[in-house]
Nanobody, 115 residues
Framework: QVRLVESGGDLAQAGGSLRLSCVAH????????VDWYRQPPGKQRGMVAT???????NLADSIKGRFTVSRDNAKKTVYLEMTNLTPEDTGVYLC?????????WGQGTQVTVSA
């Protein structure tokens, strides 16, 4: 069974750092583009970062200069390195990826940033 599993979410102070991971399980297929989404409390989910299979990235303006996204294809893992966190970064972070012919979602990991 193919699934994406996020981890690394935690409570952090403003100015702190966290590293989130998204691991694909149950597949030998190539993981194509992987997207990171953020859903703040009471708000809609929005995409914050994308990384292609060959490592090209696209970041939302709100995280440019603070977050980086990278991947280890051998480990079927994508990372979201978050630095200089602000309370506005609080939310559930989810990854999504096209694997085979289907787009899969992870269950999300909670990031809470205190002022």
């Amino acid at each position: 069974q193919v699934r994406l599993v996020e981890s690394g979410g935690d409570l952090a102070q403003a100015g702190g750092s966290l590293r989130l991971s998204c691991v694909a399980h149950g597949t030998n297929s190539d993981i194509r583009d992987v997207d990171w989404y953020r859903q703040p409390p009471g708000k809609q989910r929005g995409m914050v970062a994308t990384i292609t299979m060959d490592g090209r990235t696209n970041l939302a303006d709100s995280i440019k200069g603070r977050f980086t996204v990278s991947r280890d294809n051998a480990k079927k893992t994508v990372y979201l390195e978050m630095t200089n966190l602000t309370p506005e970064d609080t939310g559930v972070y989810l990854c999504g990826a096209m694997i085979g012919a289907r787009y899969y979602w992870g269950q999300g990991t909670q990031v809470t940033v205190s002022a």
